[in-house]
């Protein structure tokens, strides 16, 4: 009789187990069952890609152990490296961007002069990869209630799409870092410009040894591509939120101010007013939606 109910517990155990095993099983493949929707590459192929000068294998750094944004490692060193054109942030949500927490192939070209500046490789970014596994790392329940426990590593998939993790970014040459463009405002025909809109019209500034000039401008217009957003990207009421052009053009100071543009780049991070929420938003980039909404029209 002992042995009987010694034997049954033994199979209700053994069942419990299969049944819990079938659950992560089935959870398992219920979160790898999405849609993809950027597949990540194998390690062995990102180190084939590097090359110098032309793609390297990078990281988030730990702010307590090293400066910058970004590391890649040479001869078992980890060396800052600095990203400029299509970085990973600007697509990614934190969840992804931990310190040594997941791993990026980047393929472009070293700034040679800038990293000469700057006193390490400065890197413009053409594209990215995110190389297998893929981590995440929600944070604490209460600050984002939607948790994931079981979750692709070798994809971003449509979870990570509606839920704004990864919310792809049209990219163009009109952003320019800060760092960049310290770096080009000491080169003669470069400007730093500020619009700030008064509540009937657009005013624009020459800054200019910290000092704000008034301006009048010609040529080829960064309003001509963002129209009515300059009212509320930049107004009086939100002073905490300046933003500013890096141009390069021709400047005539005769009797009143005027500078005439060739080319503007929009200065990284910018803030404008976001529909989707009662405040302003930090962007690093342009969105599909935002392209939709008419934030930016592609004109130059």
Request: aromatic fraction near 16%; charge should be negative.
């Amino acid at each position: 009789m002992k042995r009987i109910i010694k034997n049954g517990i033994y199979v209700f155990l053994l069942a419990m187990i299969l049944i819990l095993l079938c659950s992560v099983g089935n959870k398992i493949r219920e979160a790898n069952s999405l849609p993809i929707a950027l597949p990540a590459i194998e390690m062995r192929y990102a180190k084939r890609m590097v090359k110098r000068d032309e793609c390297y294998i990078i990281q988030v750094t730990n702010p307590e152990k090293m400066e910058g944004q970004y590391f890649y490692e040479e001869d078992g060193e980890k060396k800052p490296i600095a990203l400029l054109g299509k970085d990973p942030r600007q697509e990614l949500s934190y969840i992804f961007m931990g310190s040594e927490q997941n791993k990026f192939l980047v393929k472009g070209y070293v700034i040679k002069d800038f990293s000469e500046y700057v006193d390490q490789i400065v890197f413009y970014v053409e594209d990215w990869e995110i190389i297998k596994p893929v981590k995440r790392d929600y944070g604490y329940k209460e600050y984002r209630p939607e948790q994931r426990f079981y979750y692709p590593k070798d994809c971003l998939d449509e979870y990570d799409l509606i839920n704004g993790d990864y919310h792809p970014t049209v990219y163009y040459d009109i952003f320019m870092e800060n760092s960049e463009g310290n770096y080009y405002l000491k080169k003669d025909g470069y400007y730093k410009i500020e619009p700030r809109w008064n509540g009937k019209s657009l005013e624009w500034y020459l800054i200019e040894d910290e000092k704000k000039i008034p301006i009048d401008l010609k040529g080829n217009l960064p309003e001509y591509s963002f129209d009515t957003i300059l009212k509320n990207i930049h107004s009086y009421e939100y002073e905490e939120y300046n933003n500013y052009f890096i141009v390069k053009g021709k400047l005539s100071k005769n009797e009143k101010n005027v500078l005439e543009i060739y080319k503007w780049w929009l200065e990284i991070p910018f803030s404008y007013n976001d529909t989707n929420f009662d405040g302003k938003s930090s962007c690093y980039g342009f969105n599909h939606s935002d392209l939709e909404q008419g934030v930016y029209k592609r004109y130059r």
